[in-house]
């Protein structure tokens, strides 16, 4: 994600009403996301559709990461040659329908 410039990509809600279109032309044209203030605090920031699919991709890979590394701590482990015969007992199961 391009870095934010406090400059350019800190806005207050009004500016962002009053230019709206262009504001979304922009982000979704690979600009840095917007943070939209609200009485002078963040209240939201705006991302293209890629970018944030980009961020819900890698939460995800994250989440998985933590998830096995947290069962290897835990002593839940597979050998390859387990992983074989079992993928190898699955695809003998399901040919047999």
């Not at 870095?3 to 806005?11: G, M, N, P, R």
């Not at 609200?38 to 998985?64: F, H």
């Amino acid at each position: 994600m391009p870095k934010l410039s406090v400059a350019q990509d800190i806005i207050p809600i009004g500016e962002f009403k009053a230019q709206a279109s262009r504001l979304l032309r922009q982000v979704c044209q690979g600009a840095r996301p917007l943070v939209i203030t609200q009485n002078g605090r963040p209240a939201g920031v705006l991302l293209s559709p890629t970018e944030y699919d980009r961020l819900c991709a890698r939460e995800l890979l994250l989440e998985s990461l933590a998830a096995g590394l947290a069962d290897a701590a835990e002593g839940r482990l597979m050998g390859s040659d387990t992983l074989r015969e079992r993928l190898a007992a699955r695809r003998a199961d399901s040919g047999s329908d």
